[in-house]
C-alpha cells in the first residue's frame, strides 16, 4: 500500500480524497494553488504545496509543477480527482515515466476511450449497442449525406475529440447538415485540437443513464449500478441519483452487464463510468466513457456501502477487488444535488463572494460533500460547484421528501447559489414522477 499520496486537485474532491487516505493511515501531500492557499481542507493533508499562480493552467494544469510537486513531496502516488488532469492522457503517461502510480486507467486505456471512435470500435466488439451512424469519421460532405440518407434525419454531428456535449450541432436536413458540418469541424479544431467529426442518428429527449464500474489489475471488473443524470441544464448536471427511476429491471442487468463487457475489451482498470443515452422504449445506446471519477459518485456509494476512492487507491497499489458482483447490492434510493454559487436571475453566471452565513441541513441519511464553510471566499477562478448535498432513503418518494426538507433548511447567504433552481425541480411534476429526460429542465422550467 501507498505511504504517501499526492491529491492533485482542489475544493470538495480534494478534501474528499484527503479524508479517504486519513483513515487508511496513508500520508497526503495537497498541491494549491495561490488562490487557494491557506483553505481550510488543507489542514487536512500531511502537508500541502503551492504550485502556482490562481490561473489553473499555471497551477493545476501544469504537469511540470504537479510532477515536482510530488518529487518533492516523496509520494508514490498521485490521485486527479476529476477534471484538471484526470483524463490527461500525457500526464498519466508521465506519471509512469517518473515512477509514481497514477490513480485511474493506464494512459492507453485512456486514449483509446478519449477517442469518440475508437471508444464505439471497442463497444462493437464488447457487443454494445451504438446509435445507427457513420462507422468512422465523416470525410466528405457526400459521405455524410449519403449516411445521412441512410439513418434518416434528425442526426446528431460530434467531435471525436469532444465530450459532455460541446462541438455537437444537431441537422434535421440536407442543407443544415452541410453548414453544420463545417461549423462543427471549425469548432472542434478550436476547442480540442481536432477537427475530426462523426455522424449518429439524433436520440430525441433521451435520458442520460451511467453505470459505474471499477476493475482491478487482474481482471476482474464489477459494476456498481447505475445513476441518472438527466436533470441537466446546458450539458451541466443539477440533480443525479441512483438507481435510475422507471428502468425495469432487465434493462438494468442489461446496461449494467454491457458496461463490464466494454470495460473488459478496453483493458480498463481503475473506477470509470460508462455513460449511454436511453429512448422512450428503454432502448439504451453507447455513448462514452468518462475515465474518471466523476462528481456524482457518492450516490453509488450511498446505495452500494462502497467507498469508491478508497477502492480506488487500493485497486492502484495492486489489490484486488474485495467482492464478486452478486455480493454487490443498490439499497434504497439516493439523490444528490449540486449547490453551485451561480446567479439564477443572471443567467447562472458565477456569483464569487464571501460566504457571509452558512447553515447546512444534517439528520439521518444526509451527507454534505463539501470544502467550504462560513467566511470561506468563492473565488471567480475555478468552477462554480460550492458543495453536493446527497440524501439517501429506502425509496426515491423518501429521498425527495428528505431533500425538499434540507433545501428548505439550508442556509446560504453572500453569493447567490442554485438552491431556488433545485427546489423548482424536486417540485416538478416530470421530475417526482420519474419521468425526466435530458431536455426536461430547458423545456419545463423556463430556464434557457
Ligand atoms: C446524444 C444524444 C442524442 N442522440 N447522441 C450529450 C453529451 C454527451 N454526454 C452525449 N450527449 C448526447 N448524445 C445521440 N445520438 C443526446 C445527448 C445528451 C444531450 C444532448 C443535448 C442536450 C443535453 C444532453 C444531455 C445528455 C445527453
Not at 490521485?79 to 515515466?97: D, I, K, M, Q, T
Not at 470525410?139 to 456535449?165: C, F, H, M, Q, R
Not at 442487468?253 to 436511453?278: H, M, P, Q, S, W
Request: proline content about 4%; some cysteine.
Amino acid at each position: 500500500m501507498f505511504q504517501r499520496i499526492l491529491v492533485a486537485n482542489r475544493g470538495e474532491i480534494a478534501l474528499r480524497i484527503l479524508r479517504a487516505c486519513r483513515e487508511m493511515g496513508i500520508e497526503t501531500v495537497a498541491v494549491c494553488s495561490e488562490a487557494d492557499r491557506g483553505s481550510d481542507y488543507l489542514k487536512l493533508a500531511s502537508e500541502s504545496i503551492c504550485v502556482g499562480p490562481a490561473q489553473a493552467a499555471g497551477s493545476y494544469l501544469l504537469i511540470k509543477n504537479i510532477i515536482s510537486a510530488a518529487e518533492i513531496g516523496n509520494v508514490q502516488a498521485i490521485h486527479p480527482g476529476y477534471g484538471f488532469l484526470s483524463e490527461n492522457e500525457h500526464f498519466a503517461e508521465v506519471c509512469r515515466s517518473c515512477n509514481i502510480d497514477f490513480i485511474g486507467p493506464s494512459s492507453d486505456a485512456m486514449g483509446k476511450l478519449g477517442d469518440k471512435i475508437t471508444a464505439k470500435e471497442i463497444a462493437k466488439s464488447a457487443k454494445v449497442n451504438l446509435v445507427p451512424g457513420s462507422e468512422g469519421l465523416i470525410e466528405s460532405e457526400e459521405a455524410a449525406l449519403a449516411i445521412a440518407a441512410k439513418i434518416g434525419y434528425p442526426v446528431l454531428i460530434k467531435a471525436t475529440a469532444g465530450g459532455g456535449g460541446k462541438g455537437m450541432r444537431v441537422a434535421r436536413n440536407d442543407i443544415s447538415l452541410k453548414t453544420g458540418l463545417k461549423q462543427a469541424a471549425v469548432e472542434a479544431e478550436k476547442a480540442f485540437n481536432n477537427a475530426g467529426v462523426y455522424l449518429e442518428k439524433y436520440i430525441e429527449n433521451p435520458r442520460h443513464v451511467e453505470v459505474q464500474i471499477i476493475a482491478d489489475l487482474h481482471g476482474e471488473v464489477v459494476h456498481l449500478w447505475e445513476r441518472d443524470c438527466s436533470s441537466q441544464r446546458r450539458h451541466q448536471k443539477l440533480i443525479e441519483e441512483s438507481p435510475a427511476p422507471n428502468l425495469p429491471q432487465a434493462v438494468r442487468e442489461d446496461i449494467c452487464k454491457a458496461a463490464v463487457r466494454l470495460i473488459k475489451v478496453a483493458n480498463y482498470t481503475n473506477a470509470g463510468t460508462v455513460e449511454f443515452i436511453v429512448d422512450k422504449d428503454n432502448k439504451f445506446y453507447f455513448i462514452e466513457v468518462n475515465a474518471r471519477i466523476q462528481v456524482e459518485h457518492p450516490v453509488t456509494e450511498m446505495v452500494t456501502g462502497i467507498d469508491l476512492i478508497q477502492q480506488q487507491i487500493r485497486v492502484a497499489s495492486g489489490e484486488p477487488l474485495p467482492w464478486k458482483q452478486k455480493a454487490i447490492p443498490c439499497n434504497g434510493h439516493a439523490i444528490e444535488v449540486r449547490i453551485n454559487a451561480e446567479d439564477p436571475e443572471n443567467d447562472f453566471r458565477g456569483s464569487p463572494g464571501r460566504i457571509t452565513k452558512l447553515r447546512v441541513p444534517g439528520g439521518h441519511g444526509v451527507r454534505w460533500d463539501s470544502h467550504v464553510h462560513e467566511g470561506y471566499v468563492v473565488g471567480p477562478y475555478y468552477d462554480s460547484m460550492i458543495g453536493k448535498l446527497i440524501v439517501h432513503k429506502p425509496s426515491r418518494p423518501e429521498a425527495i421528501a428528505c431533500m425538499k426538507r434540507c433545501l428548505d433548511e439550508f442556509v446560504v447567504e453572500g453569493i447567490k447559489t442554485t438552491i431556488p433552481l433545485l427546489k423548482r425541480i424536486l417540485n416538478n411534476s416530470a421530475f417526482v414522477e420519474g419521468r425526466m429526460d435530458t431536455t426536461f429542465i430547458e423545456q419545463h422550467l423556463l430556464v434557457k
